[in-house]
């Protein structure tokens, strides 16, 4: 049956090829065309969420190759993800049509981009999970060729590589970890049924539990997890995002909030059925993993001095409290992941609303990136200042924004977890990362807005002509506002959601500590500014700095130190073994030089040969004749 | 019969286009084009009702005659698998890519050459008779030798003397084992035959004498071990690769390393179920090494062209894991991990064809292919440089690329066997994505050499190549089944036979 749906990943593409003409010859009318090609895609998916309010979900699916299915699936989780991807890449895409304006290369940027949605859009949508590979791998690609956008900048490159091989080697422990379904599966599929087809693997994770043992399950879950480790950047693969800034801003912004790093998540919300059944220690190790990072990236966010990179450290700790939802759902129930996505799609709201203000005021600022030579902004650009001021108390989750909400009810959960199996692990570290978030954003905010401009550039800082900032607007009234769906949205994912609440106590821990952070924030920028305290000599602030050296036994030590010698000693012998063989042959060839002096021509030395070797040959018939 | 005329028609083309002069690459181009034509449709009539084994045999007896009990039968026939017919398409459109890229334009002995080569591999996946089996063999490794001798750059004397040499003695012990195969047939039936499906049936070779058997398992593994090549046989490849023309590259990379591929899965696999368990473990572990191996010695490179050179042999490493691991597992997955063996083995000459085309096109700007001469070309001249970072990202297994789909087939099927040692290939697979991406940064990326001076990016015939190869593998990775239904039919075939 071909459905219409396929369209939503097909239009996008369709602005792949057109997008690159178009710039190509009329430079200033790019973006326009994949603009409209996007908001195709979400009209779509809008028509998709009316059609499943009164039905489970859509499916339509041809072979690929093989038992392996192409197809899309789409059912309320799908439809929800579908609708931020292609919402917020819509913002994002106007407001780069203002911020690359200047751009020679734009027409490349936004065919780029588009390609980048439609694959996040076909991973979301897809109904296989090689098809979702796929996808998935066009995602990685796409995030190479943008964050490496201004190819000239040596970072630039350095950190596109480095961004693709981090990704790389989740996606290929992704590969095996479907490669182990596939292998236990596909005997005991129905007929006509792909093992690796998601419907059938959510549908019926029960009975591939026991059909193929919890463990085995376990082992199979937790090599596709390490797939969404690397993608959304989960410690300790998380190392790739924070160089990903090099990029154009914009890029940031999609790759932050729409169409990279939530793929990780959506991919384990999406297979949560398989989690569940499989041996407990698959979702707690989700869990720690979430809850680590969330407290880990807060950390590292409150000594960054570069805009982009508190954002990005802020990304991979809120991305640490969804995949810690996500896991502690294994004991709260399906709600647990209910609450992530609706996570998801805040935290996707909020943080591209700070990328793009980050954009606006990069572009004020000549790309200068460090917060300390800033300042003073908030004099300078109200406009943006006040955006970007909504964006933090949303990611800092003050009430009565929808951070609150959203981030509020995974902290109420860690503590339902608590409750439920007396581990109190999660919820610590998750309620000591709200102080963290808190924390980094307004110490940066402080540094940014507050005060004198500390620098030339930030003193000729103004604001752009609102128009442009129509999108960041449409933005931060979301924000504010999108509290208020928390409820319909749980029942939409899942009918019969159960919203535990804690004792009052415990509801109200989080927004204490969330002011308790943004008074630390300014003390921090009160010492900063003032100089009053030389830090930089203190231990724990350089082992912090150097992000706990993670980057440096990467670089230095695995790779500098053993996979490039390794290289050089394989390819050194193999070289070796190369000219041994040449020289192997120089001696064969010497041989038949000297074979060659046998043959004198003097009668007598044949004879003489003649007999040495008949008498060999009677000597050896003999011997055998001995021998028998 | 067809067939029969098809591989006529080949020669006489191939033997005009010694002397058509200047005229030679448009005629061997249009001529190649129109047979490859002709191919596609005969394909798509006949495999559209597939159910896999061999089809169309056309049998010409030659020399037939019987006396005292004792019959000699020499047979010139030919016939069509699954795969074989994939394998000829493949060879096919790689000749006419040699031919596009063809650079001594004005000598039609180099045309001529090139064509002998594609009329060679067409010749060897089809003929169903060991006798001209191996006399194709040899008619692709010929002409080849004077591609390399005659036309290569650097040190090509001695180095297409080793690559003849070298391959020359995988082909003695592929005789050798024919001959023994051919000679116990003889003993044990009173018929001299070198039929295929005489030769390599399970029955008879069972009640061979366990000395013959493994002596013709030997030879044909030696001679398909360096065709592929796989560690630690591989040393003919990356000098000839070096020394050989771009045009002679690509066919060295999609046609000979292809002939390893049809060896193993095509021939020799219908009595691999007679292996030693032993041995198959050690093919295995061979292929396992090799992916690792040429990973690493790729990374080692700064020559680009070796690099390339080297990591097509490491993809070609895939087709003797699936080689292995097929013969452990059982059912579906048996056929996936065959068909997907089979799939990389036509789809690597695909991603290696790009490869060297599109290195073809840089090094005719800036003369130099080595990673630290160029550096930043993607300012200069982006189409030529896009075009070269598609073919590398088509190397390391990119999906929507050629490389993807076999790779994934044979890595996924192969946990059965492996369990986790599969890990040792997502190993081999980093490291190559990492070589791979590294030298992209350093040649396409960063700081333009000034050095090289002004470029020009590509002329638009040169675009139309480099797209037209891009294209097909595209198509190659997105939509496999075309080619990977005849194959799983087959594979299902060749894994009911053992």
């Known amino acids: ?628 | 019969m067809i067939l029969l005329e098809f591989l006529i028609a080949f020669l006489i083309v191939t033997i005009i286009s010694f002397f058509t002069g200047k005229y030679a690459k448009y005629f061997s181009l249009i001529s190649v084009f129109v047979l490859t034509v002709v191919f596609l449709i005969y394909s798509f009539s006949v495999f559209g009702s597939y159910t896999g084994g061999i089809i169309s045999e056309s049998n010409i007896v030659l020399s037939s005659f019987t006396a005292n009990n004792i019959s000699v039968r020499i047979n010139f026939s030919l016939g069509l698998t699954g795969f074989t017919d994939a394998l000829v398409l493949m060879a096919l459109i790689v000749t006419i890519f040699a031919l596009l890229i063809g650079e001594k334009s004005n000598d039609d002995t180099f045309f001529g050459l090139l064509t002998s080569v594609g009329f060679g591999l067409v010749g060897l996946f089809m003929v169903r008779n060991f006798l001209f089996f191996y006399i194709f063999w040899e008619v692709v490794l010929v002409p080849m030798f004077f591609v390399i001798g005659k036309y290569g750059s650097y040190n090509k004397d001695k180095i297409s003397i080793k690559f003849f040499i070298y391959t020359h003695v995988g082909s003695l012990f592929l005789l050798l084992s024919i001959f023994t195969l051919s000679t116990y047939y003889f003993l044990k039936t009173g018929l001299f035959t070198f039929q295929i499906s005489d030769l390599m049936n399970l029955a008879f070779q069972e009640s061979l004498p366990k000395f013959a058997l493994y002596f013709s398992f030997f030879g044909f593994l030696l001679a398909f071990l360096i065709k592929l090549p796989t560690f630690p046989l591989h040393e003919w490849l990356p000098n000839a690769h070096y020394t050989a023309p771009y045009s002679g590259s690509i066919l060295l990379s999609g046609g000979l390393l292809s002939m390893g591929g049809y060896g193993l899965l095509g021939i020799l696999y219908p009595v691999a179920g007679l292996f030693p368990l032993a041995l198959v473990y050690f093919l295995i572990a061979l292929g396992l090494i090799s992916v690792v191996y040429f990973a690493f010695t790729s990374m080692f490179q700064k020559n680009l062209k070796r690099m390339i050179a080297y990591s097509s042999a490491g993809e070609m490493a895939f087709v003797t894991i699936a080689f292995g691991t097929s013969l452990l597992s059982t059912g579906y997955v048996r056929t996936f991990d065959l068909a997907g063996g089979m799939y990389q083995t036509i789809a690597h000459a695909f991603v290696t064809s790009l490869a060297f085309s599109s290195l073809y096109f840089i090094y005719k700007r800036t003369h130099t292919i080595q990673v630290y001469g160029l550096g930043g070309l993607y300012r200069e001249t982006p189409v030529a440089s896009s075009f070269f970072l598609a073919a590398l990202l088509a190397s390391l297994g990119l999906p929507t690329l050629a490389g993807f789909i076999g790779e994934f087939s044979v890595t996924i099927a192969s946990y059965q066997s492996l369990g986790l040692l599969t890990l040792l290939i997502i190993f081999g697979l980093i490291v190559t994505a990492a070589y791979f991406i590294w030298a992209a940064q350093r040649s396409l990326f960063g700081f333009y050499n000034e050095a090289l001076g002004k470029l020009k990016d590509l002329n638009k015939a040169e675009f139309l190549i480099l797209f037209l190869m891009l294209v097909s593998s595209i198509f190659i990775g997105i939509y496999p089944t075309l080619i990977f239904r005849i194959l799983t039919l087959y594979a299902s075939h060749l894994g009911g036979l053992i």
Not at chain 1, 36 to 43: A, E, G, P, R
Not at chain 1, 85 to 106: C, E, G, H, Q, T
Not at chain 1, 196 to 203: E, G, K, Q, T
Not at chain 1, 220 to 239: D, E, M, N, R, W
């Open chain 1, 1 to 628: 049956m071909v459905s219409i749906y396929y369209l939503i990943f097909i239009f996008p593409l369709i602005a792949f090829p057109v997008e690159y003409l178009i710039g190509h010859y009329k430079r200033k009318y790019s973006g326009i065309f994949s603009s409209i090609m996007i908001l195709l895609s979400l009209v779509l998916v809008i028509k998709g969420y009316f059609y499943l309010l009164n039905h489970a979900y859509i499916y339509s699916h041809y072979v690929w190759f093989y038992n392996i299915d192409f197809g899309i699936y789409i059912d309320h989780l799908t439809i929800i993800m579908a609708m931020m991807v292609s919402f917020i890449s819509l913002m994002i895409n106007l407001f780069a049509m203002f911020y690359m304006k200047n751009d020679p290369r734009r027409n490349i940027y936004f065919a780029e981009t588009s390609l980048f949605i439609t694959a996040m859009l076909g991973l979301v949508i897809s109904s296989n999970l090689v098809l979702f590979f796929l996808f998935w791998e066009i995602v990685g690609l796409c995030s190479y060729l943008l964050i490496g956008f201004w190819f000239f900048k040596p970072n630039a490159a350095a950190a596109a590589k480095k961004a693709f091989l981090v990704t790389r080697v989740g996606d290929l422990l992704f590969i095996i970890g479907m490669g182990v379904l596939y292998a236990k599966l596909v005997n005991i599929v129905p007929l006509s049924t792909s093992p690796l087809s998601i419907p059938y693997l959510i549908n019926n994770a029960h009975a591939i539990a026991t059909a193929i043992g919890p463990s085995t399950l376990a082992l199979a879950t937790l090599l596709i997890f390490a797939g969404a480790v690397a993608k959304s950047a989960q410690f300790p693969l998380h190392v790739w995002i924070p160089d990903a800034m090099e990029g154009p801003t914009t890029v940031s912004a999609l790759i932050h909030a729409a169409t990279m790093v939530t793929a990780g998540v959506y991919l384990v919300a999406r297979l949560f059925p398989l989690f569940e059944y499989a041996s407990a220690y698959s979702l707690y190790v989700v869990t720690f993993i979430g809850a680590f990072t969330a407290v880990y990236a807060g950390i590292l966010g409150i000594v960054m001095n570069d805009i982009k990179r508190v954002l990005a450290y802020s990304t991979i700790s809120q991305l640490g409290y969804m995949m810690a939802s996500i896991g502690i759902a294994g004991i709260i129930g399906y709600s647990g992941v209910s609450f992530a996505m609706y996570h998801l799609v805040v935290h996707a709201v909020f943080k591209a609303l700070l990328f793009m203000a980050a954009a606006v005021i990069l572009l004020s600022l000549l790309e200068l990136r460090n917060i300390k030579d800033m300042g003073g902004l908030f004099k300078k650009m109200p406009v943006t200042a006040i955006l970007m001021l909504i964006g933090a108390i949303t990611l800092a989750a003050i009430p009565p924004t929808a951070g609150y909400f959203s981030k509020g009810q995974i902290i109420s959960g860690a503590y339902e977890y608590y409750t439920m199996s007396g581990d109190i692990i999660p919820w610590l570290l998750l309620i000591f990362g709200e102080i963290l978030t808190a924390t980094y954003i307004f110490r940066m905010y402080f540094l940014v807005f507050l005060g004198k401009p500390r620098s030339e550039l930030a003193e000729k800082a103004k604001d752009p002509k609102l128009i442009y900032l129509t999108p960041l607007m449409v933005l931060a009234f979301l924000s504010l506002t999108l509290g208020i769906i928390q409820k319909p949205f749980y029942k939409f994912l899942d009918p019969s959601v159960y919203i535990y609440t804690p004792p009052l106590l415990i509801e109200i821990i989080p927004v204490i500590f969330s002011f308790i952070g943004i008074g630390v924030a300014y003390a921090i920028y009160y010492y900063t500014v003032n100089n009053k305290i030389d830090i930089h000599k203190n231990v724990v602030y350089r082992i912090v700095k150097n992000k706990f050296y993670l980057d440096t036994l990467y670089t230095d030590y695995i790779a500098d130190r053993i996979i490039l010698p390794l290289s050089y000693i394989i390819g050194y012998n193999d070289r070796k073994y190369d000219n041994a063989i040449d020289e192997g042959g120089m001696e064969f060839s010497k041989f038949g030089t000297f074979l060659r002096k046998i043959e004198t021509g003097s009668i007598a030395y044949y004879a003489a040969f003649l007999i040495i070797g008949i008498t060999v040959i009677f000597l050896i018939i003999e011997l055998l004749g001995v021998i028998k």
